[in-house]
């Protein structure tokens, strides 16, 4: 089957990173970093206690894992396959596999066969990895509950998001793989609010998330010039 809004260049990167995924030490260690602060803005807007939450791109399952900890019965959808195999193995020995399902498909096609089923739905650090954003918006959509949540995460496209995403996390820090980020693909906060409005969605919430590189801390912000967060409902 054609996907037309994957990128296998992006789906072939991360399977050939995927036994590093739950390596605390490895390329994903930002990821691990950043978790909690993903999970505590999620928890802060919705109790997820026996809640039906989606997460997309889930990868090996960072987030997933930690959503079905707050309580939630968690899907999980990502078109790369070895993560996805981490992810399934590392739910076992959590003794999490109960609560979470993983699926290899697109958000477009599991949109389909699932309209409505969910409570939450979260999109996190994965839009700037799709050709078309917008067509991963429109399916968050028809997934969520009239009165559902969704959750994004992405990246800022302004001269200060290339310096610190790219040559600082890339090439300078070291933080994540050279090649992790396309600077062209960067999303600005007016054109994910442009797009929620189009898809029938009310931006809640934008928030942002910054890296102290001196402390090595992370932290969310007002600031928004990098990493930012967004919390968005279906419109009545």
Not at 36 to 58: F, M, N, Q
Not at 135 to 163: E, M, Q, W
Request: charge should be negative; hydrophobic fraction near 35%; aromatic fraction near 8%.
């Amino acid at each position: 089957m054609s996907h037309p809004n994957v990128d296998q260049g992006e789906v072939s990167k991360f399977d050939a990173l995927a036994r590093k995924w739950w390596d605390k030490e490895s390329e994903f260690k930002p990821l691990h970093e950043i978790n909690p602060l993903r999970v505590g803005y999620i928890t802060d807007r919705v109790d997820l206690s026996g809640k039906r939450a989606l997460d997309v791109g889930c990868g090996g399952g960072i987030l997933t894992e930690a959503l079905a900890s707050a309580g939630a019965r968690v899907t999980g959808i990502d078109m790369a396959e070895r993560p996805l195999g981490v992810a399934k193995l590392h739910a076992f020995e959590s003794g999490l596999e109960n609560a979470i399902d993983y699926v290899q498909t697109t958000i477009e096609d599991y949109a389909s066969g699932h309209e409505g089923e969910f409570d939450v739905v979260t999109c996190l650090e994965m839009l700037e990895h799709v050709p078309d954003p917008n067509s991963v918006i429109a399916a968050c959509k028809r997934l969520l509950k009239p009165d559902g949540h969704l959750f994004l995460s992405t990246i800022n496209r302004n001269p200060k998001s290339y310096l610190f995403a790219v040559i600082g996390a890339e090439y300078v820090l070291g933080l994540l793989p050279r090649g992790t980020h396309d600077y062209t693909k960067f999303i600005k906060p007016s054109e994910l609010a442009r797009d929620l409005r189009e898809n029938g969605f009310n931006l809640r919430d934008v928030t942002g998330m910054t890296y102290n590189p001196v402390t090595r801390v992370y932290r969310l912000a007002r600031d928004t010039d990098v990493n930012y967060l967004v919390h968005a409902t279906p419109a009545g």
